[in-house]
T-cell receptor, first 114, second 115 residues
Framework: AQSVTQPDIHITVSEGASLELRCNYS??????LFWYVQSPGQGLQLLLK??????LVQGIKGFEAEFKRSQSSFNLRKPSVHWSDAAEYFC????????????FGGGTRLMVKP | GAVVSQHPSWVICKSGTSVKIECRSL??????MFWYRQFPKQSLMLMAT?????????EQGVEKDKFLINHASLTLSTLTVTSAHPEDSSFYIC???????????FGPGTRLLVL
């Protein structure tokens, strides 16, 4: 069975600082990989996704993620965090070419200090 | 594009009543819709997957007679919480995907409070 681990439950960074949110997955083959963001009381917004090809993926709001097969990781990064980035971030995986059944990580809550 | 709406955004009801939540794909046809439940400060738990015109597939532990799902058209799925009880209070989120597409687009969620 596939699983997703987000090791950091909470992260606090200063505004303007760089950010990296970790995501590790366990799956027999290379899955499809996603990052979603959830603001309080809201649904999830897709930040970016990786299906194949270039392992560095650019997303919305200045976010990027890098797929590293050797480490089974798909970490999310942003060079300079804005106060509006404070939210909950979810990494998710789904089987490639086998439907779109998502398995979510536990989430990482990002807080931004002024 | 790929906008999903939910209605209502929040609802308060008395114990024993039924509540219907609608999920609509506004600018695309969704052959598959998903219903999730999210408890405070937790991740999303998939409740069921619905395909247009067929019965929903429920995840283990989810009571299908309790949570009725109907996906009658390519743009609308409904979740009815029957005989709601306080333990059903939660944040319910739907998502939808286009045919042959691997990405789910999420609605804004519905917060249910059962008194």
């Amino acid at each position: 069975a596939q699983s997703v681990t987000q090791p950091d439950i909470h992260i606090t960074v200063s505004e303007g600082a760089s950010l990296e949110l970790r995501c590790n997955y366990s799956y027999g083959a290379t899955p499809y990989l996603f990052w979603y963001v959830q603001s309080p009381g809201q649904g999830l917004q897709l930040l970016l996704k990786y299906f194949s090809g270039d392992t560095l993926v650019q997303g919305i709001k200045g976010f990027e993620a890098e797929f590293k097969r050797s480490q089974s990781s798909f970490n999310l990064r942003k060079p300079s965090v804005h106060w509006s980035d404070a939210a909950e971030y979810f990494c998710a995986v789904s089987p490639a070419n086998a439907g779109n059944m998502l398995t979510f990580g536990g989430g990482t809550r990002l807080m931004v200090k002024p | 594009g790929a906008v999903v709406s939910q209605h209502p955004s929040w609802v308060i009801c008395k114990s024993g009543t039924s509540v219907k939540i609608e999920c609509r794909s506004l600018d695309f046809q969704a052959t598959t819709m998903f219903w999730y439940r999210q408890f405070p400060k937790q991740s999303l738990m998939l409740m069921a997957t619905s395909n247009e015109g067929s019965k929903a597939t429920y995840e283990q532990g989810v009571e299908k007679d309790k949570f009725l799902i109907n996906h009658a058209s390519l743009t609308l799925s409904t979740l009815t919480v029957t005989s709601a009880h306080p333990e059903d209070s939660s944040f319910y989120i739907c998502s939808a995907s286009e045919p042959n597409q691997e990405t789910q687009y999420f609605g804004p969620g519905t917060r249910l409070l059962v008194l």
